[in-house]
């Protein structure tokens, strides 16, 4: 069983073991990918703030209502923004990816974003543009290529910061609840500042893991 389909663990303790994690997207101009140093938990009906709250259903929500590992994919402005599905079928809470540390497919990212580095993926829009992120990537399973987490490659966060989520406003206790979840030290955590950057860029070490059954 993936960590991600654990579905006795709560939203929020897979939003803190994603950290670290690498996902991978194929597309025909080559591999690009990224760790995870950004995430963000969305707990469902009892959260104001997450699309699915109140058990809202309409077809841009299919996804939120599927298996765990679904990729829910929806748009904001000209932005997409990458979600994952981790509660059980019809348990509709999932957590945003919301930056990564770039890896593979560096000058893809740079073509796509034609920012500095430390910019292409320090937020949800910005990384899902860098990967090639589509909304036909919404309802497939994390698992899988094109776009997947590559279960064989792990690194450890040396400290994991809690903070409330980015972009929350006027949704009483859940506008301040501690949902988001970075990578202290992370150059590409968004809205950081940059005195906080470390050297180890905040992990703890970089270790090859058995692939999941």
């Not at 994690?21 to 009892?46: D, M, Q, R």
């Not at 064989?152 to 809690?162: D, F, G, N, S, Y």
């Not at 989520?165 to 009483?172: E, L, S």
Request: hydrophobic share 35%; charged share 30%.
């Amino acid at each position: 069983m993936r960590f991600w389909e654990d579905t006795h663990k709560p939203t929020q303790e897979i939003a803190e073991e994603l950290l670290g994690c690498l996902i991978v997207k194929e597309t025909p101009e080559g591999i690009a990918s990224g760790w995870i140093v950004e995430t963000e938990a969305y707990l469902g009906e009892i959260d104001r703030a997450a699309h699915s709250y109140q058990r809202k259903q309409t077809p841009r929500l299919h996804s939120m209502y599927q298996k765990p590992g679904t990729i829910y994919i929806y748009q904001m402005h000209t932005h997409y923004m990458l979600n994952l599905v981790v509660q059980e079928k019809d348990i509709p809470e999932a957590i945003l990816i919301r930056a990564l540390e770039p890896e593979d497919g560096i000058h893809l990212m740079l073509d796509r974003r034609n920012r500095p580095i430390t910019e292409l993926t320090d937020g949800p829009g910005k990384l899902t543009r860098a990967l090639a992120v589509t909304k036909a990537d919404d309802g497939t399973d994390i698992s899988e290529p094109p776009l997947y987490i590559d279960l064989e490659k792990k690194r450890v966060p040396r400290e994991i910061v809690t903070s409330p989520r980015i972009g929350i406003p006027n949704k009483g206790e859940w506008t301040e609840a501690s949902l988001r979840y970075t990578v202290k030290g992370n150059p590409f955590v968004s809205r950081r500042r940059k005195t906080e950057d470390s050297v180890d860029k905040g992990w703890l070490s970089a270790v090859n893991a058995s692939k999941e059954s």
